[in-house]
């Protein structure tokens, strides 16, 4: 049987990614969906796009936007960044380092790389999967800013508060979540929660176990339900601080 896994935010971990892999053991028939913001933390951020690159010569990828790729694409790309001092704040500085002894060639390879990611996907069974949210009540196909993709929180922080027993027949049931059968995002580490696995509200999962911030890397099974996780980032990377907001 095929398998389908989604990965959370990787942010520069290769060591945590190689790791996560080897637990996975994927095959060529099987499908991974990255969830986007593969830059940004640790060391190895443009070791890990190579890796990436890679990957997908191997077996069956999907790769999402995040904010932390857009910022790189447009550093790559040599175009303005509004919020560049976020972003070196955020990672950014790490990932320049990261480029230091690539060439131009090599370079272009990774822009065209961040060019071919996409801000969202719609299963055929109706699961969405999406970096971060989308602000419009008829999802993400009617959306006015692309930025919400990939920056949005609202979808995550209202399926925080919602009452559990709520049906989904209910008037109250949020719109927003009803367009799907299952919705799986990132961005938002679950960490910030004080809980270091994939945290599930109504139909949304959230994966983004909080690998930026040195907490582990998560694959999810989107049939089983079934997680694997990396060892904590920070172990793998001694002496690295890793982000620091």
């Known amino acids: 049987m095929n398998r389908t896994f989604v990965i959370g935010d990787i942010h520069g971990a290769l060591r945590a990614l190689k790791e996560l892999l080897e637990l996975i053991q994927p095959r060529p028939e099987d499908l991974l969906i990255f969830l986007g913001d593969y830059v940004?933390?640790?060391?190895?951020?443009?070791?890990?796009?190579?890796?990436?690159?890679?990957?997908?010569?191997?077996?069956?990828?999907i790769f999402l936007r995040g904010n932390h790729d857009k910022w790189c694409e447009d550093w790559l790309e040599g175009r303005a960044i509004k919020e560049e001092l976020i972003w070196?704040?955020?990672?950014?500085?790490?990932?320049?380092?990261?480029?230091?002894?690539?060439?131009?060639?090599?370079?272009?390879?990774?822009?065209?790389?961040?060019?071919?990611?996409?801000?969202?996907?719609?299963?055929n069974e109706n699961r969405l999967f999406i970096h971060a949210g989308f602000a419009s009540m008829h999802g993400p196909l009617k959306e006015h800013y692309e930025t919400n993709y990939y920056w949005d929180r609202s979808l995550w922080e209202m399926a925080l508060s919602m009452?559990?027993?709520?049906?989904?027949?209910?008037?109250f049931y949020p719109k927003r979540l009803k367009n799907f059968r299952e919705i799986y995002i990132g961005h938002t580490p679950t960490t910030n929660y004080g809980i270091e696995t994939p945290v599930?509200?109504?139909?949304?999962?959230?994966?983004?176990?909080?690998?930026?911030?040195?907490k582990r890397l998560t694959a999810l099974n989107i049939d089983t339900k079934e997680f694997l996780q990396s060892t904590p980032?920070?172990?793998?990377?001694?002496?690295?601080?890793?982000?620091n907001r």
């Open 88 to 123: 070196l704040q955020s990672g950014g500085i790490t990932t320049q380092q990261s480029y230091a002894n690539y060439t131009a060639e090599q370079r272009r390879r990774h822009s065209e790389f961040f060019a071919s990611l996409i801000n969202y996907h719609i299963d």
């Open 200 to 214: 599930n509200r109504a139909n949304l999962w959230n994966l983004d176990t909080g690998a930026g911030f040195g």
């Open 233 to 243: 980032v920070a172990k793998l990377y001694p002496g690295e601080a890793g982000r």
């Open 40 to 61: 940004d933390s640790w060391s190895e951020a443009a070791q890990t796009v190579d890796y990436l690159i890679e990957l997908k010569s191997q077996c069956r990828c």
């Open 163 to 171: 009452d559990s027993s709520l049906p989904v027949d209910h008037p």
